[in-house]
């Protein structure tokens, strides 16, 4: 008799062997672009809190504020009693801000995803994808029964030739700034090409909102697109806005159709009412505080400038995601050990999470960083030979 799980101990074996093992590191500090690890302070890198409003007083007033006026549990799904005024008016101030009619709440960006596909599309209809959109897209995808097709990063002939041999539904699923390389979609492309193949465009801006375009309005304001361009736009709050859970936008016949048939809408209980109103209150600084989004393009062009000094191997990317391409899954960990113990946080990350051969340090900035937060992270990396493979 073979003891349980001895299989899995061995498949643990092996990703260990292939420097793929993950592990926590456990915080004992407020998230912000200082960390408490193991009684150490380190410098944050690899937080999505762009913005730097995970921790923002006003924010944490609101979620104190939100428990004392709702409690902390909310109940049920929002299709029960779950439902809060604090949601609501959320709803209302997400539709506003990305000029959609109405915007949905989701528990998390994960099943937002998950939901909607699945709502919209299945068997007889047809799925696009981008090669290397976020995991949750392609599990949707894969979920929804439809036939799903890959298309090549950003290539948008690629998608073209997939799309005359469809038939059925199509949609065409993008990340809008892509979360591990940093790059942006090219949407003007995808929203003409959706148009002409009678395909259905749905955006995932999770690394944009906030982030990008001069009200922070995410990567559909960058490119000026509205809701006849891209009519299903997804966000997640737990980055740019520093809080937590999801949302979809998009038209009212949108809207509905995901209350009735989002099976993840549906069965789920409602995120709490105290992070709404945190998420309402990081909303309006993240609209009017624009000194955010203007320091994050600072920071990131001095990381940029002396990454090339360096040698370092950047990405294409105007983001606050400044990848360094490293490739081997193994070296790759072991820089980010060697930041580590010079007291910087960077996070490698490697398959599959990234293509096989692309393991990379995955750098992110804050609008809580200085500069000389930067100038000491590339002289680290050049002391922790980064630009060697
Ligand atoms: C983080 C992320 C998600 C998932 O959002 P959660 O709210 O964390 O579940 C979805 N899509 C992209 C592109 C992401 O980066």
Known sequence: MTPPFSELASSLDDIARQGLYRSRRVIASPQGIKLEIDGRNVVNFCSNDYLGLANHPDVVEAFKAGADCYGVGS???????????????LEEELAAFTGRDRALLFSTGYMANIGVISALLGRGDAVFEDRLNHASLLDGGLLSGARFKRYAHADVTDLEANLEKASGRKMIMT??????????????????????????????????????GEHGGGIVEHYGLGQDDVPVLMGTLGKGLGTFGAFVAGSEVLIETLIQKARTYIYTTALPAAVAEATRASLKIAIEESWRRDKLKQLSGRFRQGAEQLGLKLMVSSSAIQPILIGDSQTA????????????????????????????????FSALHEEQHVDRLLDALSKANAGCK
């Open 175 to 212: 990340d809008g700034v892509f979360s591990m390389d940093g790059d942006f979609a090219p949407l003007n492309e995808l929203a003409t090409t959706a148009k002409k193949h009678d395909a259905w465009l749905m955006v995932d801006d999770a690394h944009g909102l906030g982030v990008i």
């Open 75 to 89: 109940g049920s799904a929002h299709l029960i009693c779950g439902h809060s005024a604090a949601h609501h008016a």
């Open 333 to 364: 960990v072991d820089i980010s050990n060697a930041l580590l113990n010079a007291g910087f946080l960077v996070s490698a990350i490697r398959p599959p999470t990234v293509p096989q051969g692309s393991a990379r340090l995955r750098v992110t």
